[in-house]
């Protein structure tokens, strides 16, 4: 039968690739570690590990193993943090991931909040794009994200919060600058900026305004930051984003983008059908109070 111990020690060897400093760093005698390491090859019927002179490394078989018990260890810790947060939430950890504009504008004051109330929680949190964010909620690699609404994943659900508008971005001095709306077909013959095509934020705009768009890219980046920053060089650039990414004193102006309209849907993502940590919804309540407390919602934003 597989143990615990097992997994943990067939990890650190994988990581050292060395039966003895794994050995040093788990507090074991070598041989101990040696025959564990035999005993698990024996169970799974099946090589995990090529010594290689002084060293080792793991076959293809190990590889694939590692992915899973990496896994089953991450389960086990959940539960017993589960359990820690059943009692007094005083201890264990908490896994979020954000996508990059919730994560400099949202979750700041959610955090701070957070870690006044339960100084004894350690916070992890990922800023990756909204399709990564869903996978490993879905995987359980993290506990919650704070995304957007996101087709095509049935093994998450979308807690909605708020709306936000797309718009275009621009410098004090751009000839657009004193629009308070500008229609899709004046994008046409723009100097454009935008994220990559990593990003869910620029399908969108592909799908939906790629008709007047299309041809006017001259500059792709992934960072929003290094977008702004360049608009403040180039002042007839101009930059189409989501209204939650540029901070009003940022020195740049927002136009909404009509003609057509195009909003996405922030939401608190979470894993279907498992139980939510006592830590992670209150981290979910936080984000919803700062939410309220900002004025956003899914209606309000939805009426502009």
């Known amino acids: 039968m597989i143990e615990l111990r097992h997994l943990r020690y067939f990890l650190e060897v994988a990581r050292y690739e060395h039966v003895s400093r794994a050995a040093d760093a788990l507090h074991v005698t070598q041989s101990t570690l040696s025959h564990q390491i035999n005993q698990l090859e024996t169970v799974l019927g099946i090589q995990l590990f090529d010594r290689i002179g002084r060293g080792i490394q793991l076959t293809d078989a190990g590889r694939t193993f590692s992915d899973y018990a990496r896994r089953a260890l991450e389960e086990v810790d959940e539960g017993r943090f589960a359990l820690d947060g059943l009692r007094d939430l005083v ?78 971005v621009v410098r004090d001095d751009h000839p657009l600058a004193p629009q308070k709306s500008v229609s899709a077909r004046m994008l046409t013959g723009l100097r454009l900026a935008v994220q990559t095509e990593r990003f869910l934020s620029r399908r969108i705009i592909d799908s939906r305004l790629g008709a007047w768009v299309e041809g006017n890219v001259w500059l792709e980046m992934s960072s929003i930051d290094a977008i702004l920053e360049t608009l403040r060089f180039q002042g007839q650039t101009a930059a189409i984003l989501f209204e939650r990414a540029i901070r009003e004193e940022s020195g740049l102006r927002q136009i909404e983008i009509v003609q057509p309209g195009v909003t996405r849907t922030a939401a608190i993502i979470w894993r279907s059908g498992r139980a939510r940590s006592r830590a992670a919804t209150e981290i979910a309540a936080a984000v919803r109070r700062h939410c309220k407390a900002a004025g956003l919602s899914v209606k309000r934003a939805g009426r502009r």
Do not use: C, K, W
Not at 100 to 111: D, E, G, K, S
Not at 131 to 148: E, M, N, R, T, Y
């Open 91 to 168: 201890r264990g950890r908490v896994r979020i991931g954000v996508i990059h504009t919730y994560n400099t504008t949202l979750l700041p004051a959610v955090i701070s909040e957070f870690a006044q109330a339960y100084p004894g929680i350690r916070i992890s949190v990922e800023d990756l794009p909204a399709p990564d964010i869903a996978a490993q909620v879905a995987s359980g690699a993290l506990h919650l994200g704070l995304s957007f609404v996101t087709p095509g994943h049935t093994d998450v659900a979308a807690e909605p919060l708020f709306s936000e508008r797309l718009m275009l």
